[in-house]
T-cell receptor, first 114, second 114 residues
Framework: AQKVTQAQTEISVVEKEDVTLDCVYETRDTTYYLFWYKQPPSGELVFLIRRNSFDEQNEISGRYSWNFQKSTSSFNFTITASQVVDSAVYFCALSDYRVDDMRFGAGTRLTVKP | KAGVTQTPRYLIKTRGQQVTLSCSPISGHRSVSWYQQTPGQGLQFLFEYFSETQRNKGNFPGRFSGRQFSNSRSEMNVSTLELGDSALYLC?????????????FGPGTRLTVL
């Protein structure tokens, strides 16, 4: 069975601090995809990144970076120099190769204070 | 390209009624998935449609049903509403075939059952 655990329920930081959101997953599939989505108060899930199980390269996109480690089944997300606009709930998700039935973690609510 | 659109954005119904929610996918996307989001259960997969056929289904009672039209637009129906059906219902679309795919979400329909 597939499972995603986001142990951090809520995180509060002050603007310009770096923050890391943890994600641990479980799956028996050899081919799978990992995702991060952002959900602002408006409710829409905004896609941030997709990673397949064969690509363990870390990725950096502006202030965002992702660290994928198969050895520890983790796919962590770091925001550098956080901004108030980063305040949202962040979800980590896992799917098999079909990418239809995605399993989401419980989400981490990030609050960035000015 | 326009994103995924969902109508209506808000709905208030009473127990026992039925409701129909609509989702228009991103142009060119042939797969539509539906998710239910509640504070207690988080994000849960309902079902996925591709080319007017249900390809996958989550663990929800038969009161939850859906369909997809030839233009890829999808509707979701919930009959005999219960208080526990109050949730944010999110629709997501993706291309639906090929190796690389990502679900893009709409803003959701917030359903309140009184």
């Amino acid at each position: 069975a597939q499972k995603v655990t986001q142990a951090q329920t809520e995180i509060s930081v002050v603007e310009k601090e770096d923050v890391t959101l943890d994600c641990v997953y479980e799956t028996r599939d050899t081919t799978y995809y990992l995702f991060w989505y952002k959900q602002p108060p408006s409710g829409e899930l905004v896609f941030l990144i997709r990673r397949n199980s064969f690509d363990e390269q870390n990725e950096i996109s502006g202030r965002y970076s992702w660290n994928f480690q198969k050895s520890t089944s983790s796919f962590n997300f770091t925001i550098t120099a956080s901004q108030v606009v980063d305040s949202a709930v962040y979800f980590c998700a896992l799917s098999d190769y079909r990418v239809d039935d995605m399993r989401f973690g419980a989400g981490t609510r990030l609050t960035v204070k000015p | 390209k326009a994103g995924v659109t969902q109508t209506p954005r808000y709905l208030i119904k009473t127990r026992g009624q039925q409701v129909t929610l609509s989702c228009s996918p991103i142009s060119g996307h042939r797969s539509v998935s539906w998710y239910q989001q509640t504070p207690g259960q988080g994000l849960q997969f309902l079902f996925e449609y591709f080319s007017e056929t249900q390809r996958n289904k989550g663990n929800f009672p038969g009161r939850f049903s859906g369909r997809q039209f030839s233009n890829s637009r999808s509707e979701m129906n919930v009959s005999t509403l219960e208080l526990g059906d109050s949730a944010l219902y999110l629709c997501a679309s993706k291309v639906g075939q090929g190796d690389v795919d990502t679900q893009y979400f709409g803003p959701g329909t917030r359903l309140t059952v009184l």
